[in-house]
């Protein structure tokens, strides 16, 4: 188990180290001078030389890969280029705690909506009701967040006082307000993600209904709802587990669409406009936390399921990615 | 094996490797085609294949022959007779969709807006499946470092969602169609390959390739000629996943006003950027219609998909 850990960590670090070469190079392969784009066209010669410095764009490659890389150690980007005095990493914290509402929030009402699904649908399996589960959650899950989400403001936050067109509740709102306020969003997530799964959790339960233990413990004659329990639902959800893992990486950074129709301060929209005004401190730290955050989160979804089932560690440990 | 599915490079390499056992392939050829002929019985069969190509030609002929669909110019604002123009004037009437905050005709933009997606998405797509499939074969193959490394770079990409690192790379070389081609094609040859790799490992343990390798087969040929044409469903099925996702972003990215387009020109993201926050005001017609047009695109193109995987596993 050590040994499947660590080996998972090792890699983690080389993938995130290729990211951190890749987020260095941007500022020197992007066309035209950077330091004039981030410091306007009319800038004096010194502020062009403060923002070259700051950029270590004078530096080599190299000398500016060790210099990120000392500042991944540290975790001081150095302040960001469009709200100066404001420390990068200050302000990423700042959207990522943001993110985490939404993402929690969202989770609690997607998880058991989409899991119920998929298993309602495993029990039906070939019904109308299994049909119209898989099909629909299918047909949802393509559509893109910002599309859903101007629907959503039309058919519902414009005719009904009650879903809030901005995501983002006032400071000091009860927790109340908060979650009303991230209803449509969740909603918006919800429609991404019930189909993907739905149809996962279906999966997983219909392979656990027809495996020789569930299968044995029926003809033991033990009742539906102890071998669901007892046997089905650990198995069952491997899978979805390993789904959510992969996916928040894409949740706490993707839903850049989202997060500007319902305009909320999250990750994504902190990255979108990052990049948008050459803000590379603020944009390096973003896209450097958003990697992290998809590390662990798949690293904590291969435990969960190294725990549900001891063989999915063998299995892991062969793969090899 | 149908020769349109393969690479066109790897097809004129492997005819000269074909030579020298020319009555292998062919005897496998066939049983394969009937087993294509039924698998493609079973999808003409399905309801969801039928709606999402129905839906799908329907958006290819306006991509194609737009002004068959409607007269209606879509970037020049409609006049009445006595030249003033209609802006906001809701659905019904001269304007099935309405028009737009500068009385440009909705409908006309919709139909219109099919042609940049329906050209930009394919081309991505068909560069990815051409790359992912020529890398995932060579990382499932060979294995090994090559594999190790390749696996790398592909997690590293895989590992920051697409619509981010499309941000990343298309404002770092320009808001241009071709950039946005080649960054599109390039996210997506990440998942295309780590698919094929997955695929052509399993091939590469059974028998007909440990027994092409003991006749002293040439890699490439085994790898052309033996796996690839046992790995073509897994790459239809990923070639149209990986269409719907190329809209998805490529609509995101319009909206996200990154597309480079201009935004005179009828486009449905950029049409949803430019309109939607109008829809508090109650103005909802020039957002929802290509709105919906993105959502029935990606829904046709996933049906498609989804009936394509399940007539392959049937």
Redesign the interface.
Known sequence: MARFILRRLL?SL???G??LV??TL?PN???GDPARKIAGGTASPERLMNVRESLGLDDSVLTQLKDLGGSVITLDFGDSFTKPGESAMGLVLAALWKSTKLVVFSLALVVPLSVAGGMLAAFKKDTWIDRTIV?TG??L????????G??L??VL??PYGFFK?GANAPDGASQLTVAQHLLLPALVILTVYFGYIARVTRAGTIAALDSDYARTAFMKGISTRDVFLKHVFRNALQPTVAVIGTQL??LF??M??LE??FNYPGL?KL??NA??S?DYPL?RTG?LT??VI??FATLAADLIIAWMNPRARVLTEGG?? | MSDDSTPEPVTQDAASGAESTPELPEVAGATRKQIQREQLSVLFSTP?FIVGMGILLFWVLAALFPTLITGTDPIISVRGADGNTFPREPPGGEAWFGTDQIGRDVFARVIHGAGSILTIAPIATAIAIAAGTLTGLTMGYF?GWV??FL??????IL??????MA??VV????ETTPVIIGTIALLFTAPVA?TVRAATIAEAQLDYVTSAKMRGEKSFFIIVQEILPNVTGVIVVELTVRL?YAV?TL??LA??GVSGRDPQLPDWGVD?AQN?ER??A?V?WP??FP??A??SL??A???VA?SIDRALKS
């Not at chain 1, 899950?141 to 859903?148: D, G, M």
Request: no cysteine; hydrophobic share 65%; glycine share 10%.
């Open positions: 890699l080389i993938t995130l290729i990211i890749i987020v941007i392969i992007a066309p099909n299918l047909a899950s393509s559509i893109p967040e910002f599309v859903a101007v629907i403001l039309t936050a414009v067109v990486g894409y950074g993707g850049v669409g500007i129709v994504g990255i979108f990049a948008d050459a944009l896209v958003v990697a998809y590390m090899g990615s | 969801g294995l594999d190790e696996s790398r770079i592909v997690e590293s590992s920051i969602p697409v619509i981010l941000i990343l404002f770092t070389f320009g780590r719907g998805f609509a995101t909206f996200l949803v939607w829809i508090g109650d909802w957002t929802i709105a919906l993105i959502a990606v829904i193109v996933n049906l989804d």
